[in-house]
């Protein structure tokens, strides 16, 4: 289904590819981490990310082999208390970001109460792709996928005063 590329015309397709014909080779979505590890305090910031990177997946398209490349082009992070944030960044850790511990991020989260809550994130991958090492031909649309779920303890602090001696 490929134009002759000995006709001049390059390696494309006869037919157009569309994103659902992309969809099948939707790479790995990437794990989510929380800080502080797997646990959060009520009222205090909570922080998230997503490792993931862009991808490309050598596969038969149309019959023919081909290149797939899928780039990260959107986060949206749920908390698992029915709140969620999209964001153009995957986040990143405190240490990553420069930043103290404890303190906001884009993908950060306060929980407002207690519970043992799933948190997960979508990431929305833009496609592109190519025949035989030619050009990279972009895909109108997106297509999504979402991490494992990353267990959250939410406590609430209570301080105690006590006299010395």
Same mark, same amino acid.
């Given at each position: 289904?490929?134009?002759?590329?000995?006709?001049?015309?390059?390696?494309?397709?006869?037919?157009?590819?569309?994103?659902?014909?992309?969809?099948?080779?939707?790479?790995?979505?990437?794990?989510?981490?929380?800080?502080? +590890?797997?646990? @959060?305090?009520?009222?205090?910031?909570?922080?998230?990310? #997503?490792?993931?990177? !862009?991808?490309? $997946?050598?596969? =038969?398209?149309?019959?023919?082999?081909?290149?797939?490349?899928?780039?990260?082009?959107?986060?949206?992070?749920?908390?698992?208390?029915?709140?969620?944030?999209?964001?153009?960044?995957?986040?990143?850790?405190?240490?990553?970001?420069?930043?103290?511990?404890?303190? +906001?991020?884009? @993908?950060?989260?306060?929980?407002?109460?207690?519970?043992? #809550?799933?948190?997960? !994130?979508?990431? $929305?991958?833009? =496609?592109?792709?190519?025949?035989?090492?030619?050009?990279?031909?972009?895909?109108?649309?997106?297509?999504?996928?979402?991490?494992?779920?990353?267990?959250?303890?939410?406590?609430?602090?209570?301080?105690?005063?006590?006299?010395?001696?």
């Amino acid at each position: 289904m490929q134009g002759d590329p000995a006709a001049g015309g390059g390696a494309q397709p006869a037919t157009a590819i569309t994103i659902s014909d992309l969809a099948r080779f939707l790479p790995a979505s990437g794990s989510l981490h929380a800080e502080p +590890d797997g646990w @959060a305090v009520i009222g205090v910031p909570a922080n998230f990310w #997503v490792d993931v990177r !862009a991808i490309t $997946v050598r596969a =038969a398209l149309l019959g023919d082999a081909a290149e797939v490349r899928f780039t990260p082009q959107a986060y949206r992070f749920a908390y698992g208390d029915g709140s969620a944030r999209s964001s153009g960044t995957p986040g990143a850790s405190w240490a990553a970001l420069g930043q103290m511990e404890l303190t +906001d991020t884009a @993908a950060g989260h306060v929980y407002r109460s207690r519970g043992d #809550v799933r948190a997960t !994130a979508s990431v $929305v991958y833009s =496609a592109q792709y190519r025949f035989a090492g030619g050009p990279w031909i972009g895909v109108a649309g997106a297509v999504s996928a979402s991490t494992p779920p990353q267990r959250v303890l939410v406590v609430a602090e209570r301080t105690a005063l006590t006299r010395p001696g």
